[in-house]
């Protein structure tokens, strides 16, 4: 790899070889869950796994280019193809055994529910006094 010059002018990001892309995520909750978009346009459905181990979702797949266009003809190349990982620690403990997955025009839904958990109560201990 060659040192290029910093220029203001220049996009250093233009410069680098990438053969991963990494997707756009956005994760936010709702009254029961936690949901999970993931951009993934171009990517078939069946080409992606979704796993939960311990409220850590992670995503992963690869993203085949079609193109038969040989490298040298771009002015510009900012669509990546290869693989794809993403790991995210969630908001909230979920049942992963519940969660729903759903792909429409590109876009991963992964809504999973929140675990439910017991009520806090209060509850008064009384302290022995073994001195008297």
């Known amino acids: 790899m060659s040192l290029i010059p910093w220029s203001p002018l220049l ?14 995520i956005d994760v936010y909750e709702e009254k029961d ?3 999970v978009e993931a951009t993934l346009a171009g990517i078939k459905p069946e080409e ?19 193109s038969e266009v040989d490298e ?16 995210i620690m969630l ?6 055994d519940k969660a729903k997955a759903n792909f429409d025009n590109g876009m991963l839904k992964v809504v999973l529910p929140k675990e439910k958990r017991a009520k806090s109560k209060s509850v008064r201990i009384n302290i022995k006094n073994n001195g008297k």
């Open 11 to 24: 996009d250093t990001f233009d410069n680098l070889e990438r053969s991963n892309f990494i997707p756009a």
């Open 33 to 35: 869950n936690v949901v």
């Open 48 to 66: 992606v796994d979704i796993n939960v181990h311990e409220d850590v979702l992670t995503i992963e797949g690869n993203k085949q280019s079609s």
């Open 72 to 87: 040298k003809n771009y002015y510009r190349k900012e669509v990546r193809s290869g693989s794809f990982h993403r790991s």
């Open 91 to 96: 908001p909230a403990s979920v049942q992963a």
